[in-house]
């Protein structure tokens, strides 16, 4: 079976449709009822004009102890049931995981699922973690009651305590937030620079 994996910045109606509703609650969402910003990247996998498989991502600042990271958020994870068991969820989040690494730059991939699919994720090198992580809702912050997961591209995950901040990142706390992580990657290559010409003994 011939599949083209695709990366797009929308999907169509037909599209969504297809993907995710195929069962009345693919996703359980009524049990845990969270409000989500949407992803807006998406890596879908076609069989013909088909979709078949989709990974959903987002880029987001979260809180981390005393710092900031900048994370790929992966959501919408599905592949419709014909095509399951194929190896297709596992291949759309390797593509989603490259693209996250090599075209939004992040430091890490972050992600919620349910217990009986950490075992999935973690044969692609994620890991859960042991933190409780706080979202934004709207009547204020809740401890998130799924499984939270990373991905480390190159640096270990910061301890501490994660918060997951606000729901709407396209108003003033996303520019700040992206402004402190700017300001704290360019910190932390001059301090590894200085380190490496110390190193030198200049
Ligand atoms: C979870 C889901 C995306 C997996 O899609 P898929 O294309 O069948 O997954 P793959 O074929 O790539 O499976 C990869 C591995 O996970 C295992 N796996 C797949 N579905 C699983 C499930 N529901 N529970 C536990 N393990 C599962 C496979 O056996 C396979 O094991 P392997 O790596 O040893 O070969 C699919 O079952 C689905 O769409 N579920 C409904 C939506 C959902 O729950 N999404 C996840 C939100 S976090």
């Not at 995710?20 to 845990?32: M, Q, R, T, V």
Request: aromatic share 8%.
């Amino acid at each position: 079976m011939e599949i083209a994996f695709k990366v797009h910045p929308e999907i169509s109606a037909s599209e969504r449709k297809i993907l995710f509703e195929w069962g009345p609650d693919i996703f359980h969402g009524s049990l845990y009822s969270l409000q989500w910003r949407p992803t807006d990247v998406h890596v879908v996998g076609y069989a013909g004009d088909e979709p078949v498989t989709h990974v959903g991502i987002v880029s987001h600042p979260v809180a981390v102890g005393s710092t900031r990271a900048l994370v790929g958020g992966i959501g919408s994870v599905v592949t419709v049931p014909q095509k399951q068991k194929l190896g297709l969820a596992k291949e759309c989040l390797r593509r989603a995981q490259s693209y996250m690494r090599s075209d939004l730059g992040v430091e890490y991939g972050f992600l919620f699922c349910p217990e009986r699919l950490v075992e999935f994720y973690g044969r692609s090198g994620w890991r859960k973690l042991v933190e409780p992580v706080l979202v934004n809702q709207p009547g204020g912050k809740v401890t998130a009651p799924l499984c939270s997961m990373i991905l480390e591209f190159a640096e270990r995950w910061p301890e501490g305590p994660v918060d997951l901040g606000s729901q709407r990142l396209d108003r003033g706390p996303w520019r700040e937030s992206m402004a402190y992580i700017e300001r704290d990657r360019a910190r932390r290559h001059r301090d590894a620079h200085t380190a490496e010409l110390k190193g030198r003994g200049r």
